[in-house]
T-cell receptor, first 116, second 108 residues
Framework: DAGVIQSPRHEVTEMGQEVTLRCKPI?????LFWYRQTMMRGLELLIYFNNNVPIDDSGMPEDRFSAKMPNASFSTLKIQPSEPRDSAVYFC??????????????FGEGSWLTVV | GQNIDQPTEMTATEGAIVQINCTYQ??????LFWYQQHAGEAPTFLSYNVLDGLEEKGRFSSFLSRSKGYSYLLLKELQMKDSASYLCAVRNDYKLSFGAGTTVTVRA
């Protein structure tokens, strides 16, 4: 089975540019999560969706960040305009709720973003 | 809010045993997870505890005490490939919050 697929794997962009990160969750999973990881702040939850509906976006740092999930197999995280402090690894993860696994989440390989 | 504490670093010798402790204070609790993350890679699932007690999976075991807000991950018969960061995570409702991670270095 294919895991969570993210693109691009690496992106270097200039401050002020728009960045769009893409994610394809594991087929059949009903939860999708966007996390950000930095040395200073560790792994932070930005937003999560259930059945394509955003449930909690309290972790989104500011209005420059937005996320969408137009269908069960695709999600985007957009940063506009980007700033150097947005440099981080952005992970997409998905899960299927069931009592046995406790909603174990599975991560994509991450998108490494550098804003210069 | 969520407060999840684990040691920053641990070093051990190949073949030895290492125990990584995790304490948590969270507004809700629906389970505790351990993930392994090698440098430059994504976190991968290791274990899940929702009830008190020990869960064993090969060389890895995880323990949970809900009344004490405490868990540990036990790594036995350490191998060089076990050098990685180990993340403790608490589930509250459907959200998973992570600790800062413990970097384990295995020496020959």
């Amino acid at each position: 089975d294919a895991g969570v697929i993210q693109s691009p794997r690496h992106e270097v962009t200039e401050m002020g540019q728009e960045v769009t990160l893409r994610c394809k969750p594991i087929s059949g999973h009903d939860y999708l999560f966007w996390y950000r990881q930095t040395m200073m702040r560790g792994l932070e939850l930005l937003i999560y969706f259930n059945n394509n509906v955003p449930i909690d976006d309290s972790g989104m740092p500011e209005d420059r960040f937005s996320a969408k999930m137009p269908n069960a197999s695709f999600s985007t995280l957009k940063i506009q305009p980007s700033e150097p402090r947005d440099s981080a690894v952005y992970f997409c993860a998905s899960s299927l709720w069931d009592r046995v696994s406790g909603n174990t989440i599975y991560f994509g390989e991450g998108s490494w973003l550098t804003v210069v | 809010g969520q407060n999840i504490d684990q040691p920053t670093e641990m070093t051990a010798t190949e073949g030895a045993i290492v125990q990584i402790n995790c304490t948590y204070q969270t507004s809700g609790f629906n389970g505790l997870f351990w993930y392994q993350q090698h440098a430059g890679e994504a976190p991968t699932f290791l274990s899940y505890n929702v009830l008190d007690g020990l869960e064993e999976k090969g060389r890895f075991s995880s323990f949970l005490s809900r009344s004490k807000g405490y868990s540990y991950l036990l790594l036995k018969e350490l191998q060089m490939k076990d050098s990685a960061s180990y993340l403790c995570a608490v589930r509250n409702d459907y959200k998973l919050s992570f600790g800062a991670g413990t970097t384990v270095t295995v020496r020959a």
